[in-house]
């Protein structure tokens, strides 16, 4: 069996093209100054969590895009922070 011929595509509007596939590479992360990044606390007996369940979800959300392991994650998320004027400890 022989294989089939590619397929030629031709584009016609060049510098378009080129501008979306710029933008495919662009990353864009925000997160909410607002937000509850620490727990607040639980009122339990034992020791009370650090982080708000929405940071980890962010942060376990980001390892899993990217497929980091836990310790770049951590590092990662530290300097986006950092980027975004954030002093948040992660």
Not at 8 to 36: H, K, Q
Not at 37 to 50: C, E, I, L, N
Not at 68 to 77: A, E, K
Request: positive net charge; contains cysteine; charged residues 15%.
């Amino acid at each position: 069996m022989s294989k089939p011929a590619p397929t030629r595509c031709r584009t016609l509007n060049g510098s378009s093209y080129n501008a979306s596939l710029r933008e495919r590479g662009s990353l864009t992360v925000w997160f909410d100054p607002g937000m509850a990044w620490h727990a607040a606390p639980s009122g339990k007996q034992g020791r009370q969590q650090t982080f708000s369940d929405a940071a980890i979800q962010a942060c376990l959300t980001i390892k899993v895009l990217f497929g980091l392991p836990l310790r770049q994650t951590t590092g990662f998320v530290a300097s986006l922070l950092k980027l975004m004027g954030l002093d948040w400890s992660v």
